[in-house]
């Protein structure tokens, strides 16, 4: 199972051997038991976000790793790992007679997550313009990573790794540097290419748990019924 921030809540299925039992031998010796739910924790799975989220379809590019931290039966918790996108999306975004910035960050989320996030950005054409390169000078490219650098430390230090993640899906960390970068030099294509977990806070289970307890199920139940009121409404 993944977190309520995705659409699709069991995404994947995945073996695992069954835990084996102790045995004694003839020399009063016991072998060692190899546990089903040992084998299972700290598994990390990769899934695109388009079979997490069901209006991501578009987003097919962007890999979401999730990592098992719970075994319940035979359900797994699992809650945010890492995040990248594939090679195919970064060949699509390259472009020559453009500059490419890159920028990356280390920061700690509210609930003690530490994470180091990379960024990257393109110079973007003027409308007017006649000159076929675009290319942006060593002062405004040191200017611009500098305020990448500010923008993505700001946001991951004012939230939580939930929150971060719901961020990362909406591409509003993206949106936000082009549009402060964009006084300084036209950008596009600002994407966030990798974020990984580099040290997690002490495990808690309640934690944990509340990242599945809160389920948008009344916010389906409001949509689905806004069309009947509205059909009714319309009758009268």
């Not at 031998?25 to 038991?33: F, G, Q």
């Not at 989320?109 to 054409?125: I, K, N």
């Not at 290419?193 to 948008?216: N, S």
Request: glycine fraction near 4%; hydrophobic fraction near 35%; aromatic fraction near 6%.
């Amino acid at each position: 199972m993944v977190p309520t921030t995705f659409d699709v809540r069991n995404p994947t299925l995945t073996p695992c051997n069954r835990t084996a039992g102790q045995s004694k031998c003839r020399r009063a010796l016991t072998l060692p038991v190899e546990n089903a739910v040992d084998s299972l924790k700290g598994r990390v799975f990769e899934i695109s976000l388009a079979d997490l989220n069901r209006d991501s379809n578009d987003k097919y590019w962007r890999k979401m790793k999730v990592q098992v931290e719970e075994v319940k039966g035979q359900e797994l918790y699992t809650n945010f790992h890492a995040m990248g996108i594939t090679r195919d999306k970064i060949c699509q975004v390259v472009k020559k007679w453009h500059t490419l910035i890159e920028a990356f960050v280390q920061a700690k989320t509210l609930d003690g997550y530490l994470l180091r996030v990379f960024a990257l950005g393109f110079t973007q054409r003027t409308k007017r313009q006649v000159k076929a390169t675009c290319y942006a000078k060593n002062s405004q490219k040191k200017l611009i990573r500098k305020k990448m650098m500010e923008i993505m430390v700001a946001e991951i230090n004012k939230s939580t790794l939930k929150e971060l993640t719901k961020k990362f899906i909406q591409e509003s960390i993206g949106a936000q540097i082009s549009k402060e970068c964009g006084k300084i030099f036209p950008l596009q294509n600002v994407l966030i290419t990798k974020a990984k977990i580099l040290k997690k806070p002490k495990f808690d289970l309640t934690k944990l748990m509340e990242l599945y307890q809160e389920r948008p199920e009344l916010e389906r139940k409001e949509k689905k019924d806004e069309p009947s009121n509205k059909m009714a409404e319309s009758k009268k």
